[in-house]
């Protein structure tokens, strides 16, 4: 079965350093997803695209963040200049279905945990 | 405002046996879906069960199966013959009007042998 795939499983980085989070989705997916998962918190949704723009964000998706299609198959999550807070379990998506009244689930990667120091 | 609830941070069961996971959820939507994912240490969620609003019937998937409660807004997890593979992490997620799920803070759960 096809999977969605992420890029390192784990990232180290010094803070204020830029980082790029990779995924490539299923390849008939349409719309993609970021969420991260705090140590011992809930999974927070991040940022959803569509059609190569952002459909929606949420509150957590400031200006450090920003995600890109560069070619047909990957899908990355830039954070500019990382802070502490920023260390987390970063989780990509994708789904089938392009429109959000769907019951077309969404499919995750395995994840990249970013420890920022 | 949506949210889901789970409000039990750690259940155990024994192998073959029952065991149900709770979760409620509040959205003022009419259309929504609510969905059962699982996560494995160190592993990717994947989905157990899915259930549209609009269905009355609850959903089944092998061993697994929901009540769905829609007046009181309540989506639990039946598990049905625990395995040891069931030992997990277990989420419940609503998506109501919008593209995002909203995912309550986790069960997980013991399998004991």
């Known amino acids: 079965e096809p999977e969605v795939t992420q890029t390192p499983s784990h990232q180290v980085t010094q803070m204020g350093q830029e980082v790029i989070l990779r995924c490539v989705p299923i390849s008939n997916h349409l719309y993609f997803y970021w969420y991260r998962q705090i140590l011992g918190q809930k999974v927070e949704f991040l940022v959803s695209?569509?059609?190569?723009?952002?459909?929606?964000k949420s509150e957590i998706f400031d200006d450090q963040f920003s995600v890109e299609r560069p070619d047909g198959s990957n899908f990355t999550l830039k954070i500019r200049s990382t802070k502490l807070e920023d260390s987390a379990m970063y989780f990509c998506?994708?789904?089938?279905?392009?429109?959000?009244?769907?019951?077309?689930?969404?499919?995750f990667g395995d994840g990249t945990r970013l420890s920022i120091l | 405002a949506q949210t889901v609830t789970q409000s039990q941070p750690e259940m155990s069961v024994q192998e073959a046996e029952t065991v149900t996971l709770s979760c409620t959820y509040d959205t003022s939507e009419s259309d929504y879906y609510l969905f059962w994912y699982k996560q494995p240490p160190s592993r990717q969620m994947i989905l157990v069960i899915r259930?549209?609003?609009?269905?009355?019937q609850n959903a089944t998937e092998n061993r697994f199966s929901v009540n769905f409660q829609k007046a009181a807004k309540s989506f639990s997890l039946k598990i049905s013959d625990s395995q040891l593979g069931d030992a997990a992490m277990y989420f419940c997620a609503l998506r109501s009007g919008t593209y995002k799920y909203i995912f309550g803070t986790g069960t997980r759960l013991k399998v004991l042998a």
């Open positions: 998506a994708s789904s089938r279905s392009p429109k959000p009244y769907s019951n077309q689930p969404q499919h």
């Open positions: 695209f569509y059609n190569n723009e952002i459909s929606e």
């Open positions: 259930q549209e609003a609009y269905k009355q």
